[in-house]
T-cell receptor, first 112, second 109 residues
Framework: DAMVIQNPRYQVTQFGKPVTLSCSQT?????MYWYQQKSSQAPKLLFH???????NEADTPDNFQSRRPNTSFCFLDIRSPGLGDAAMYLC???????????FGPGTRLTVT | AQRVTQPEKLLSVFKGAPVELKCNYS??????LFWYVQYSRQRLQLLLR??SRESIKGFTADLNKGETSFHLKKPFAQEEDSAMYYC???????????FGSGTQLTVLP
């Protein structure tokens, strides 16, 4: 089945230790999104890639970076995780101009 | 800036009772609104969008621009409707979503 895959599902990292979360898709969508969802809060868009064009939300901290080496893969890099970065991270995909987004199962990040 | 508000974090109803999940929005342009649902241990998925005006799994939602609302309704709730429901607004060329904080619906037997 075409889908959005996130690895790992659970990630534990230490305070200040860089961590990378992975997202891949078989839908061949040209837009990929990263959302951060803290407990009992709305998913919040961090940034997205429209094809190769990176678009950062204005309030996304510099500590968060992203890479998209090809259409299928997108990575979220947290350079120096703080305790406040513990959250569920959702990857979504969409086809430009279309309304529906498809989501992965999320990666739950714990920072110790 | 756009904003989506879901005033109820938790909502419980009995099976067969009507259910309404509230959503209000603020947006300067012409809004496109959606309801997404997340069942237990499943991923977030689209339930319905206002443009289609269709009923999905018995749910409907009407956009009321005067009240800036997009409430989700179902006349007879089922236990399998228990889930987290997110109201969302789309904007931008990349169709970015702004989500509300969600309502956890529990349908009691």
């Amino acid at each position: 089945d075409a889908m959005v895959i996130q690895n790992p599902r659970y990630q534990v990292t230490q305070f200040g230790k860089p961590v990378t979360l992975s997202c891949s898709q078989t839908l061949n969508h040209n837009v990929m999104y990263w959302y951060q969802q803290k407990s009992s809060q709305a998913p919040k868009l961090l940034f997205h890639y429209y094809d190769k064009d990176f678009n950062n939300e204005a309030d996304t901290p510099d500590n968060f970076q992203s890479r998209r080496p090809n259409t299928s893969f997108c990575f979220l890099d947290i350079r120096s995780p703080g305790l406040g970065d513990a959250a569920m991270y959702l990857c979504g995909t969409g086809q430009g101009g279309s309304y529906e987004q498809y989501f992965g199962p999320g990666t739950r990040l714990t920072v110790t | 800036a756009q904003r989506v508000t879901q005033p109820e974090k938790l909502l419980s109803v009995f099976k067969g009772a009507p259910v309404e999940l509230k959503c209000n929005y603020s947006y300067s342009g012409s809004p496109e609104l959606f309801w997404y649902v997340q069942y237990s241990r499943q991923r977030l998925q689209l339930l319905l969008r206002h443009i289609s005006r269709e009923s999905i799994k018995g749910f409907t939602a009407d956009l009321n621009k005067g009240e800036t609302s997009f409430h989700l309704k179902k006349p007879f709730a089922q236990e399998e409707d228990s889930a987290m429901y997110y109201c969302a607004l789309i904007s931008g060329s990349a169709r970015q979503l702004t989500f509300g904080s969600g309502t956890q619906l529990t349908v009691l037997p």
